[in-house]
Structure formats: structure tokens, C-alpha cells
């Protein structure tokens, strides 16, 4: 059973950092590009961040080039999303997910229950 677990969100004042990680299973993590996505209250879901199968290419969305850095570890099958110069409307609960290759964005599985990012002052 396909599996994702996401945690590090929390509260942060503008300005500042958090680290999210994603614990992935039952699926062969090394053979999947991954994705960050997350939604804000009374938004539809967005692609944040994508990484292939091992970590050569990466993308982001424009909203968050240069501030977010993804990131897997294959051994420990996780995933990571290091978030720095956070903004308030970065406000979201974050989820992972695999995506179905190199020209998609789409997940393939069920949600995890994501982990909840607050940035406020």
C-alpha cells in the first residue's frame, strides 16, 4: 500500500525557514519523480517543487524559484523540501506525491495527510 507520510511543517515568522520531509513507501521510490505540492485555504492544490528519479533535475514553480530547494534521499526513501525567506502567502498544508515522469506534474497516488505550514508574524 502506496504510503506517504509528511511532517516538519509548523509556525515561522516571515523570513524564515522550515525543512519539510516526506516519508514515502510501497512504491519503488528510485524508478519515480517526486513532487511537493500544497494547498491554501479555499485554493485548489499546487505543484510547488519536482525532482527526478535521482535528484538531476529539479523544477520549481515561479512563485517559489530560488527561496525552495527539493531534495530526495532514495536509501531512506524520502523527500525533502528545505523552504527559506518564507512569505505569508506560502501559508498552506504541504503534501508529497510521485508524479508519472519527466513531462508531468500529476500525482499517481492517494494523499498523505499532509503537514500544515503557517508563516505569520
Known amino acids: 500500500q502506496v504510503q506517504f507520510v509528511e511532517s516538519g511543517g509548523g509556525l515561522v515568522q516571515p523570513g524564515g525557514s522550515l525543512r519539510l520531509s516526506c516519508a514515502a513507501s510501497?512504491?519503488?521510490?528510485?524508478?519515480?519523480?517526486m513532487a511537493w505540492y500544497r494547498q491554501a485555504p479555499g485554493k485548489e492544490r499546487e505543484t510547488v517543487a519536482r525532482i527526478s528519479s535521482f535528484g538531476q533535475i529539479l523544477n520549481y514553480a515561479d512563485s517559489v524559484k530560488g527561496r525552495f530547494t527539493i531534495a530526495r534521499d532514495n536509501y531512506k526513501r524520502m523527500v525533502y523540501l528545505q523552504m527559506n525567506s518564507l512569505k505569508p502567502e506560502d501559508t498552506a498544508v504541504y503534501f508529497c506525491n510521485a508524479v508519472a515522469g519527466r513531462n508531468s506534474w500529476s500525482p499517481i497516488y492517494s494523499w498523505g495527510q499532509g503537514t500544515q505550514v503557517t508563516v505569520s508574524s
Open positions: 510501497g512504491f519503488t521510490l528510485s524508478q519515480s519523480y
